[in-house]
């Protein structure tokens, strides 16, 4: 059914269908056109969307490497300082045992030769040595058992009147060439004494003598060497005296 209009100015019959039909066409052609800019405006989202994971990605992967290489940087440090104290730890026991074997080297030098010079040389060298504590009562015993000068001028004199009733008494002993006997104290005389209690002591006197024998045949034996051990309480009288000669 057509639906037709009268043109109140000329009459004429206007058909509506037509220009329906007539019409159609314009709006089918602008269709299209929405369409490409819909398709131009997902291509651009996607694409924005594409770049931000791209640069996600890129960002995620920079920080994993800069971490990846802060820890072997950090694994190559800790290690250079593992190694830096490792060797500081050997120096450190290499010099560590080289003073304990001078230390206990010295202390044994100390302890054989028992004076009281020998004694603060070594606590005075190693005043946190390895025998100090030991060196310090050495050392108080030698003092304690120290002879005064005047002390052993009297020993050493009581020592020689000793020698001199020895050779008297020798000389008795001796073959009928021997014209006269000799005594001297070689080196010196060691002296010290030796508590028996806490108050009670006695001296010992200790020590080598080279005899001397004047001969009227030259061929013979003209000198022996003697060891002397002397025993003298604290009132200077003598408590035990023996005097060996030296085998040869």
Not at 18 to 25: L, V, Y
Not at 54 to 59: F, L, R, Y
Not at 73 to 93: F, G, H, M, V
Not at 190 to 202: A, G, L, P
Request: hydrophobic share 35%; proline share 2%.
């Amino acid at each position: 059914m057509s639906n037709n209009t009268c043109c109140k100015n000329c009459g004429t019959n206007i058909d509506q269908n037509q220009d329906d039909s007539n019409s159609a066409p314009a709006s089918i052609k602008e269709k299209p056109i929405r369409a490409k800019k819909k398709v131009n405006n997902s291509c651009l989202l996607m694409f924005a969307l594409f770049m931000l994971l791209g640069v996600t990605i890129a960002g995620i992967a920079y920080g994993l490497f800069k971490y990846h290489q802060y820890q072997i940087e950090t694994k190559e440090a800790i290690l250079e300082e593992l190694s830096i104290r490792i060797q500081e730890d050997e120096k450190a026991n290499a010099e560590h045992m080289r003073m304990a074997q001078e230390d206990s080297a010295m202390w044994k030098k100390t302890f054989r030769s028992k004076t009281i010079v020998a004694t603060e040389k070594y606590i005075n060298t190693y005043p946190e040595g390895i025998f100090v504590n030991e060196a310090y009562l050495l050392l108080e015993e030698l003092k304690r058992r120290e002879v005064s000068s005047n002390d052993q001028s009297v020993i050493r004199h009581i020592v020689e009147e000793e020698l001199n009733s020895f050779r008297k008494q020798n000389m008795k002993k001796r073959e009928k060439d021997v014209i006269g006997l000799h005594y001297q104290i070689e080196d010196k005389l060691d002296i010290t004494r030796k508590f028996i209690n806490r108050d009670s002591f006695v001296y010992v006197a200790s020590g080598k003598v080279l005899e001397t024998i004047n001969r009227s045949d030259p061929k013979k034996p003209n000198s022996n060497r003697l060891k002397l051990h002397f025993t003298i309480s604290s009132d200077k009288k003598v408590v035990d005296a023996a005097i060996d000669y030296i085998k040869k």
